[in-house]
Each structure stands twice: as C-alpha cells, then as structure tokens.
C-alpha cells in the first residue's frame, strides 16, 4: 500500500509560512536516525532530508503564505498546506498518515496520529523535509530582515524577536493576526 506521511513546521511562529511536507517512502525503507526533526542537530536533518529525497519513491513541499494564515487561522492554512504537499506528489498515495489530531479532507482515507513523528517513518521523513526547507528560508529573510535573527529563531517568539519588534516594527512576513504582531499594528 502507498502510505503518504504528512507533517508541517512553522504553526507557532510569528513570521513565515507555515511549511508542509508529504513523503511516501518505498516498503523496505530503512534510515537509521529517523525521527522527529526537532529531536535532531541541524547538520544530521540536512543529511537525513537529503537521504530521504533520495530514496523516497515520492515527496513534495507546499506552504500556506502569511496572508493565507492569517485570512483563514493557522489551523486552517495547516489544513490547506497539507492538502497541497498531498495533491503535490508525483504519486498519488492509497492512504495519508498526518502528524496530530486532526487530518484534512484529502480525498483517500487518512489518519491522524498524535506524536506520529516520533513512530510512523513516512510522518518523520515529512517532519525533517519540512524542517529543513522552511529553515532554510527563514534563513534567506534573514538577509532580508536581519534585525530579527530568524536565521536562529525561525520566527518564533524569542525574548531577541520581540524585541526586535518593538525597535523595528513590523515586517511583510509577520502575521498579523498573531497577538504579539496584532497588538503593535
């Protein structure tokens, strides 16, 4: 059976787009260190991601923007994001395994798994892929806005990016439907 595995980074932060990933990973996968990306050093989910875009018999990124998040609620933009990484894949799967306690309409039977990241391959190779591409471009508006430090803070709410919010105001990829951006507006 193809089992595509479903995780997002990026609902708590006040800056970004929440990132989504889904990946369907061949029968006999076997990578050692695979689990949840946020019990992994940065340097072995770069490797691990990497490994598994590698050997995945599918997988693909999708995002729902700031806007989006805060037109719709970050529940619902999750939602939708997952439903685009799925709609996204190369293959289409048979079933759908989705970190946490709710799992959106995909058109195929799914299943939401709470900790799933931590117990369901395809869910933690989702998790890292996730994780390290919206890292990376928490990073590049890093360039772009340096004053926040998202290059170490991903755009949650660190003592250094409240901060920084105060000093510098808001930026365009701060929601702003989130109360420490709300109240400032």
Known sequence: MLVAGVDEVGRGPLAGPVVTAAVILPESFDLPGLTDSKKL??????????????????????????????????????????????????????QVLVDGNRAPEFGIP????????????????????????????????AQTFPQYGFEKNSGYPTKQHRDALTEHGITPIHRRSFAPVRKLL
Do not use: C, F, H
């Open 41 to 94: 050093s940065l340097k072995k989910r770069q490797l691990l991601s990497a490994s598994i875009k590698q050997q995945a018999l599918a997988w693909n990124l999708a995002e729902a923007s700031v806007e989006e998040i805060d037109q719709l609620n970050i529940l619902q933009a999750t939602m939708l994001a997952m439903q685009r990484a799925v709609a996204g894949l190369a293959i289409k799967p048979e």
């Open 110 to 141: 799914a299943q939401a798994i709470v900790g799933g990241d931590g117990i369901e391959a395809s869910i933690s190779a989702a998790s890292i892929i996730a994780k390290v591409a919206r890292d990376a471009l928490m990073s590049d508006y």
